[in-house]
């Protein structure tokens, strides 16, 4: 069997990624978005979806797919994406993933998990409980009933805290104790380039970044999603840059430097998450002649 030759380019926020692939990937090349936050349409300025520019210069996949209070899930994304690699490779071109969810990296690799599907009574119920007996609770709930999750997620994130009750339910089980593959999927054949920055110039870049979502909008895209209805109901208002403008009584100064301590830390997590990959080639976003090497050694083209 042959196996299907695709190119994965990962990193943390603000890295660079978007730079680096108008710089080496325009041509012959088609991006499947990696990002859980750009599948939502209208969530533009936060989520750092790729301007009509970026989007005009390479064709791009798997954005704008969902009204924002829909549900995606990993399996789902996994399905899409392994379509997609088969329509492109047909076009004669190459499928670039690139985005920062670390966990579609993950389970696209490696195969997805053999955790029960989402069962949206279980998840209704889990919410309700939530609502109920406030998010404290539901961490506490965590710790108590599946220790090993409790120490990977944070205790901010609702949304994988809320899951790992939901598998609980439906399974008996907790959500640590399903196998986890670690050996990339027979079928493919992944170049895998990741991209990393120092702490201190990392967190520069997220504040830079921050203030510029602030410039180009931002506050207005909110806005314009509470007329919507937007609530913390929503899947995608639990995104960093969204969900702190549903906290009351915060100021917009405020709100800017939760979203950056909140960008910061989710960085932490990525690289983290990152690093436990195998076979990835490691380089510094500026280093376009390192990964155009790369490329040209494994016999990939490059602009």
Known sequence: MNKKKLIVLFGPTAVGKTAMTLALFKDHYEIINSDSVQVYKYLDIASAKPDRYTQSQIPHHLIDLLEPYEQFTVGTYCSMADRLVDEILSRGNYPLLTGGTAYYFRQFLYGVASTPESDPVVRERVQDEIKERGKGWAYSYLCQIDPVSSERINPNDIYRISRAIEVYYQS???????????????SL???IIGLHLEKSELDRRIE?????????????????????GADLSWPAMQAIGYKEFFIPGLSLDEIRHRIIVATRQYAKRQMTFFRSFKNVNWFSPSDYEGISNLLMEQGYPHS
């Open 172 to 186: 008996g089980r907790p959500l640590s104790s399903f196998k986890i593959n670690t050996e990339t999927r027979g």
């Open 208 to 228: 830079l970044r921050v203030d510029e979502m602030f410039k180009n909008g931002l506050v207005e895209e909110i806005e314009n999603l509470k007329q919507m």
């Open 189 to 191: 054949d992944p170049l």
